[in-house]
Structures are given as structure tokens and as C-alpha cells.
């Protein structure tokens, strides 16, 4: 099944926060920002502005009559800077006038004079600084102090991965329009409905059932509006609550691409020990996270990446420590993979380094120490599954059935100027909140006497299918065509304290939901239909293609039919219901416990062609075998699983953020200056294939989660192009500094790797 809304995007009809007919006495906003990385603000006048015909307000911190705060889990970011700014882009001022244009006529002439502070970008000298957003984590298993004398080849080195740009379609935006009663609703482009309405409350001060909140659809998100949205979305808010009129607030691509955070950049070291027959018995890691200026979801973030330090390999002795550093960079925030990418950056860089220090292929180590079913994780949990070393055996058969490596090796003696390169990516990938409170949802659902169907829940469309499958959900538990369901906008009035729509848990808990509520009214509608149809109540009663069958045998109750007598009886044709992922615990004392529902696992093989005098490469092919579980939506999986390489490839290859040097300014704001996978730099191939499901799990009607786990697949097209480098020259020493760019790989090819060029 396609997805429900592929017509409408296509036609142009689907309806986004800037396509939305507003009032006529709408306001528009325009944010004054700080435009240095870190300073005080000595002189901030704004009565020139206010002069200008057809501003209504500008707004600063002193005119918040609540809290200015915007934090979540740690209270460190304000709405409006008040004495001092810690980044480039940090709101001061907003700027109320009728027409957009005027808005941004009136920021430019506000008088803001700020004098400079030092400025920190690099998470390395932040952490010698002292300047740190959080203590710092271990998770630990074993004891690699103890083991390290027995390593027969011990790898020490560095891995750096860089930040990324969300560079979502629709950029961050929010409107709001002023209620009955002192009351707002706001339409905002947020993955977290919730954490909009919270934060809105506490800004304006007023209980948070004042504040109501509506997403219909995002125009992308992959993270970067689980709680960087609602900043704006609050603007918008205070707005209406000063003025009484609706606030309309939309950022400009570069705008968006300046202010807001970005995938967390990471600098590790790293110290690997093994036996001389490839098993890995040690691993100690030190993550310095770059949080950026505030603590955002950084915390969280690094987190993740603690429970995925291993990856998919099971390790004895590890010592795994995040330190989360505070810069005056945007504060960074979520990212598809949550952390996870960065951690396994780390662990394959290793890997490859011991391969290369003892001659062997990176292959042969991974292959070796894949979990199996029992292996325990550094944070206590064991692995449940046989998914991993599944899915590697049968890429494994497609690798050696084509004869890859033979073709490749022969490539390479027959081609000077060209050269192959081929690597395998294991994943491994936990799938909750690691805040164990954010694992529930829940879902209304109601059945209106013609049969049709409208369900509510606090899942937010943003492209991935979750509307889709959430309808598929509900007439699979009933029993009807797909037709018949509609899911709602997801409102806050309708579904409350609801979890952002992240961690690749969304389809899986308010799906979960969703059953449940269906289950409820379907249940009562059977047993008036074997009430009406003079059966007993041990009967077995089923809906089947819209039908009622009784003990497995049609009879001539049909769907509409049996809503509408039952509507007419009385019985309840509505449910509310919640769902609470079940047996997931995690003690952070010990940092022991098991905070996963389950784990997703894959193989993929990427194989590349770099052009060795001009520093250029291609993805030639990738081959995935990825466990889906019972995937109900093939098509929109298979979606998920390409956007996600594309986007991972995109991560360690291209997607590189560049700052000046003196003034900490991102230079690489634009889609002139950054760049992210086009088709022509789509590989030529991507085969995937579904592994069979052999055990039951938490998602719906034994689905996994699809969002996140690809993305990780793209790492192996860095291993790939260092594989192709080595074919060049293996004096080559490998270099882990994601991304991979062409430049880079033309440096190290002329051997500036010697002198420090990469």
C-alpha cells in the first residue's frame, strides 16, 4: 500500500504551516538574533522600530510574563536573551508587524550593540575548560584495566564525526491564533505537540489546558523538530497572548540552516584490544559530545550512544565514557539515529584499524565478534535475538554467490587510475525512549453511524508512513477497507501528554494504542451482533471483509449494518485507550537495566569506485538485509530503509559544516555551500532484502521500527572508500575524520595524510 498522503503531495494540495489561510488581522513575526558567538549586550533599543508604520510590537525578555525558559531536560536555554548570548543566532527581540516584509525592515533597524566574550566551538577545549553541560557517563562490563596484558594486538587512535543539517523541506515555522477565554491554539511544525504546550504555559504562565496545540503533517523533520520547533511556535504564542491578534512566524532556509542546531559533531578516542585470532576483548572509549550552547536533548543524545558503543559485537571488558561539552555553536539537538551513528562510527574505526595493524580483513573481525543470542550489552541488558548474525550470513551468501571479492580484487590489478573499495555494515539498534516514562501513547477512536472511521493519537506524519500505518491498524483490528479510516490531525485536546514523535517508536506505541482502542469497540459491536443475531455469548464472533462470521461461517450482518443497530442500542461506539511499552526498566545509579523493547538489526554491503587523480567517487552498489519483522507496509519500509542510506551516506561523505575561523559564522548556510546526496549521487544500486521474522516483538501485529536503524548503513561507504584508498597505496594510513569528502580523499592520495593535511 502506498502511502495515504504520496496523491496529495503530488497534486499540491497538501496543506503546510505556510499554506494555512489565516486572519486578515494576522501578524507576522521576525526575530532579532545575536550575531555573535558569545557576548554582552550593552545597548538593545528598539523605539526606531516601533516608529516604523505597521509594527505592532517588539517583543524582548522583559514583556514575558511567565518563565523565560525553554529548557526540557536541563533548564539552561531562554527564550530571549536578556544580558548575554552564547551563539550565533540566539533570539533577542521579536518584531510584530503587519506584513512580513515591514517585520524584517523593523529588525534590521533595531540598535543592538554587543561587546564580544570569548568563544568556544571545539567539545575537546570546552571539556579542558571546564565547561561541560552534564557530568560525565560511563557504562562499563568487565574489567579492561585487567585484560589489556593479554591482548595479543592492542589499537589505539582518534575518530572525529561531524555535525549534519537536517535541511527538512519545510523550514521551522508556527502560527497561532488567539481563543475564546484567554485561550491559544497553536499550529506548529513540532514533532513534540506536548513539549509545545508545556513550554507555551510556562512562558505566558497560564495552565497548560489553555494552550492547544495542532500538527497535521511536517514537511520532514528527521529530529530537528523534536524540540527545536518550539521556540518559535512560543513567539508565536507570547505574540497573541500581548496582542490579542494571531502571530504568524515561518524562518527563511538560511535562517534555519544559521540559528538552529545540527547533528551532534563528535571527537573520540579510542583503545581496542584483541586476540590474535580476531576476537575483540577490550574496548575503552572517551566521547566528547559538542552540545552546542544549551543542553537542548544533548544528554539524551549521549546517552544513546553509551548503549550503542558495541554496536552489534559482543565485547567482555568495556569502559565507555560520554562527556557532553557546552559551545557557543546553536545548541545541537536529535538527529535520525539519536547518537547511535556517531558511537558506531567509533567501533568500526577501530575495527578497521586493527584489521590494517594485523593484516587481516575488517571482515573477519566483525564476522567473529557478532552478538548471538545471550551476549550481554555493557548496560546490562542481552541480546534476545539471532537477527544480527542472520542477516550477515545471508549478505554474506550474496557477497560470495556473486563472487565479489574476486571481481573486485581483478578490477583493481586491471585499473591504474580507478580503483574499488567494498566494506560490511552491521547494525544493531535499540528501539524505546531511554526515558523509560516517554514509552506510552495513546489513541481515541471513534465510528460514526455510517461506518467510517476517525482516529486520533499523538503520532506526528512527517513524511515516514506513521499515518498510513496507523491506518492499515485500525481496518486490520476491525476488519474493513482501508477507506473507511481517517487519522485526525494530532491535537493536543484530543490526544494528551503525548511523547514526541522520535526514537523510531512513534507506529509502535501509538499503533499499540490504536489495537487496543479498535479491539475495545470491536468487542462490544460482536457481542450485539451475536445479541441481534440470536447467538450464544460463547459463540465465536469475528468481523471478516466487513461481514460478521459466526463460528467461521458469513452471515448477512455487514459493517454498516451492525454500526448503525448498534448505535441505535446504545452501545458505545468510542474509545479512548493507552498503551505502555511493557518491560523496560533502566537503574541510572548503576547504569544497569533494559531499556530497549527490542533491537533491530541489519547487513549491508556498499562497494565504491574512487577516481584516484581527481579525488571523486561513486557508489556503485548496496546490498541490505534488514529485519523489518512482519513489515505491514513493505513499500513505505522499503522508503525508509533507502532515505535512511541515502541520508548516512550523505553524513560521511558529503554533508560538511564549515564555521570562519575568527568569528565562528557557519559559512556553509546555504544550498550553494552544502551539500547533501542528489540523484546523481544516489549509488546505482540498492537491493534490499526483508529477513525473515522467526520470534515475536513489541511492534504492531509484529512489525519493527524502519526510521532510524538504515541510516546507519551509510557508514560503510566510509569503509568502503578507505578499502579503495588501500587498493591505491596501502602505505596509506587510514584517517576517521567523518566526512569523507572528496578533497579528502584526493589529499590523502597525494600524501598530505604525511604532513598533517587531513
Known amino acids: 500500500m502506498k502511502h495515504q498522503d504520496a496523491l496529495l503531495h503530488v497534486k499540491g494540495s497538501s496543506l503546510f504551516i505556510d499554506d494555512f489561510k489565516l486572519p486578515v488581522d494576522v501578524l507576522h513575526a521576525a526575530v532579532l538574533v545575536s550575531p555573535v558567538s558569545h557576548g554582552e549586550i550593552e545597548i538593545l533599543e528598539i523605539d526606531e522600530a516601533l516608529s516604523i508604520p505597521g509594527v505592532e510590537a517588539v517583543i524582548t525578555a522583559r514583556d514575558i510574563p511567565g518563565e523565560n525558559q525553554i529548557g526540557n531536560i536541563i533548564m539552561d536555554e531562554p527564550l530571549l536573551a536578556e544580558k548575554e548570548v552564547h551563539f550565533i543566532g540566539e533570539p533577542i527581540a521579536v518584531v510584530l508587524a503587519d506584513t512580513e516584509e515591514v517585520a524584517r525592515k523593523a529588525v534590521n533597524v533595531i540598535r543592538l550593540e554587543t561587546s564580544e566574550l570569548s568563544s568556544v566551538v571545539d567539545p575537546r577545549k570546552a571539556f579542558e575548560k571546564g565547561m561541560l553541560i552534564a557530568p560525565p557517563r560511563t557504562f562499563s562490563m568487565g574489567s579492561v584495566s585487567a585484560v589489556w596484558k593479554e591482548c595479543d594486538c592492542i589499537v589505539e587512535g582518534r575518530a572525529d564525526s561531524g555535525g549534519q543539517e537536517h535541511l527538512y523541506l519545510e523550514t521551522q515555522g508556527s502560527f497561532a491564533i488567539p481563543m475564546e477565554n484567554g485561550c491559544i491554539k497553536i499550529t506548529s511544525g513540532t514533532q513534540g505537540p506536548t513539549f509545545v504546550q508545556k513550554i507555551a504555559a510556562r512562558v505566558l504562565n497560564v495552565p497548560m489546558h489553555k494552550i492547544e496545540v495542532d500538527i497535521g503533517r511536517l514537511g520532514g523533520a528527521f529530529g530537528g523538530k523534536e524540540d527545536q520547533a518550539t521556540p518559535w511556535a512560543v513567539m508565536a504564542a507570547l505574540g497573541v497572548h500581548l496582542t490579542g491578534r494571531p502571530v504568524k512566524l515561518v524562518l527563511n532556509r538560511n535562517e534555519d540552516m544559521t540559528w538552529t542546531g545540527k547533528r551532534h559533531p563528535y571527537s573520540s578516542d579510542f583503545k581496542l584490544g584483541l586476540r590474535s585470532d580476531g576476537t575483540m576483548t577490550a574496548w575503552e572509549v572517551t566521547y566528547y559530545q559538542n552540545g552546542g550552547a544549551a543542553s537542548d536533548l544533548s544528554t539524551a543524545i549521549l546517552e544513546r550512544t553509551l548503549f550503542h558503543s558495541t554496536n552489534a559485537y559482543f565485547i567482555p571488558n568495556v569502559k565507555a565514557t560520554g562527556i557532553c561539552c557546552r559551545t557557543n555553536l546553536p545548541p545541537n539537538t536529535a538527529f535520525r539515529g539519536f547518537g547511535a551513528p556517531q558511537a558506531m562510527f567509533v567501533i568500526e574505526s577501530a575495527i578497521y584499524s586493527a584489521s590494517r595493524e594485523m593484516g587481516i580483513s575488517p571482515l573477519e573481525i566483525q564476522k567473529k565478534n557478532l552478538l548471538k543470542k545471550g551476549d550481554a550489552f555493557p548496560f546490562g541488558m542481552s541480546y534476545e535475538g539471532t537477527e544480527i548474525r542472520r542477516s550477515w550470513k545471508q549478505a554474506d551468501e550474496l557477497y560470495h554467490e556473486t563472487d565479489t571479492?574476486?571481481?573486485?580484487?581483478?578490477?583493481?590489478?586491471?585499473?591504474?587510475?580507478?580503483?574499488?573499495?567494498?566494506?560490511f555494515m552491521p547494525v544493531c539498534f535499540g528501539i524505546s525512549f531511554t526515558n523509560i516514562s516517554l514509552n506510552q501513547a495513546n489513541a481515541l477512536v471513534h465510528v460514526y453511524t455510517d461506518g467510517s472511521v476517525g482516529i486520533s493519537t499523538g503520532a506526528v506524519e512527517m513524511g515516514q508512513g506513521v499515518n498510513t500505518k496507523i491506518a492499515q491498524v485500525a481496518a486490520r483490528t476491525f476488519g474493513i477497507d482501508l477507506s473507511r479510516i481517517k487519522v485526525e490531525s494530532t491535537n493536543t485536546t484530543r490526544a494528551a501528554n503525548t511523547s514526541p514523535t522520535a526514537a523510531s517508536s512513534a507506529a509502535d506505541m501509538n499503533g499499540n494504542a490504536t489495537i487496543i482502542a479498535c479491539g475495545n469497540i470491536l468487542k462490544r459491536l460482536l457481542a450485539h451482533a451475536r445479541k441481534h443475531l440470536g447467538k450464544s455469548v460463547d459463540c465465536k464472533a469475528e468481523m471478516i471483509d466487513e461481514t460478521v462470521s459466526i463460528n467461521g461461517k458469513k452471515t448477512d450482518l455487514v459493517w454498516d449494518k451492525l454500526v448503525n443497530i448498534a448505535y441505535l442500542a446504545r452501545v458505545s461506539l468510542s474509545s479512548q485507550a493507552h498503551y505502555a511499552t511493557p518491560g523496560l526498566y533502566f537503574d541510572r545509579s548503576s547504569e544497569k537495566g533494559r531499556p530497549f523493547a527490542y533491537h533491530v538489526a541489519g547487513t549491508a554491503i556498499t562497494e565504491v569506485t574512487i577516481d584516484r587523480l581527481r579525488g571523486t567517487f561513486t557508489v556503485d552498489s548496496v546490498k541490505i538485509v534488514h529485519d523489518v519483522g512482519e513489515s505491514i507496509n513493505p513499500l513505505v519500509d522499503r522508503g525508509q530503509i533507502e532515505g535512511g542510506l541515502l541520508q548516512g551516506i550523505g553524513w560521511v561523505t558529503l554533508e560538511e559544516l564549515k564555521y570562519h575561523a575568527k568569528t565562528d559564522a557557519l559559512l556553509s548556510d546555504s544550498l550553494a555551500t552544502y551539500k547533501i546526496p542528489d540523484i546523481y549521487f544516489t549509488p546505482e544500486r540498492v537491493d534490499?532484502?526483508?529477513?525473515?521474522?522467526?520470534?515475536?516483538?513489541?511492534?504492531?501485529?509484529?512489525?519493527?521500527?524502519?526510521?532510524?536503524?538504515?541510516?546507519?548503513?551509510?557508514?560503510?561507504?566510509?569503509?568502503?572508500?578507505?578499502?579503495?584508498?588501500?587498493?591505491?597505496?596501502?602505505?596509506?594510513?587510514?584517517?576517521?575524520?567523518?566526512?569523507?569528502?572528496?578533497?579528502?580523499?584526493?589529499?590523502?592520495?597525494?600524501?598530505?595524510?604525511?604532513?598533517?593535511?587531513?
Open 405 to 423: 571479492e574476486k571481481r573486485i580484487n581483478d578490477f583493481n590489478s586491471g585499473n591504474v587510475m580507478f580503483k574499488k573499495g567494498i566494506s
Open 688 to 758: 534490499i532484502q526483508f529477513l525473515e521474522c522467526l520470534s515475536a516483538n513489541a511492534g504492531i501485529y509484529n512489525s519493527k521500527a524502519v526510521g532510524e536503524p538504515p541510516f546507519m548503513y551509510g557508514i560503510g561507504t566510509y569503509f568502503a572508500i578507505l578499502e579503495a584508498i588501500r587498493a591505491c597505496d596501502p602505505k596509506i594510513p587510514p584517517v576517521f575524520s567523518a566526512p569523507m569528502s572528496n578533497e579528502k580523499i584526493l589529499l590523502l592520495l597525494q600524501g598530505n595524510h604525511r604532513n598533517g593535511g587531513c
